[in-house]
Nanobody, 125 residues
């Protein structure tokens, strides 16, 4: 079955950086659009970024544009989220997700099929 396992979360001071990783198994990774979403306590799940399977342009939430970078390594079946210039408002559980095979990107979480367990990111001020 499909498994998505995130790692790399932790506690960091404002202005710092973290790199999240998501290792995928049970799917033909190169044919799946991958995304990252986050959810802070008491808030709805929020789109962060996606990277299409097709090589089309990546997409970012306005709140992270210019600070976060999503990338993928097909040889390692892994998607990354490099987070720089972190702010306290970036504090959330970050989850990796995959759409159905050959689907393009979406900012709507209900259009994603597979989800990881999430990794906590805490940014202190």
């Amino acid at each position: 079955q499909v498994q998505l396992v995130e790692s790399g979360g932790g506690l960091v001071q404002a202005g710092g950086s973290l790199r999240l990783s998501c290792a995928a198994s049970g799917l033909r990774f190169s044919t799946y659009t991958m995304g990252w979403f986050r959810q802070a306590p008491g808030k709805e799940r929020e789109f962060v970024a996606y990277i299409p399977w097709s090589g089309a342009s990546t997409n970012y939430a306005d709140s992270v544009k210019g600070r976060f970078t999503i990338s993928r390594d097909t040889a390692k079946n892994t998607v990354y989220l490099q987070m720089n210039s972190l702010k306290p408002e970036d504090t959330a559980v970050y989850s990796c997700t995959a759409r159905r095979q050959f689907e393009r990107g979406s900012t709507n979480p209900i259009e994603y099929t597979f989800w990881g367990q999430g990794t906590q990111v805490t940014v202190s001020s």
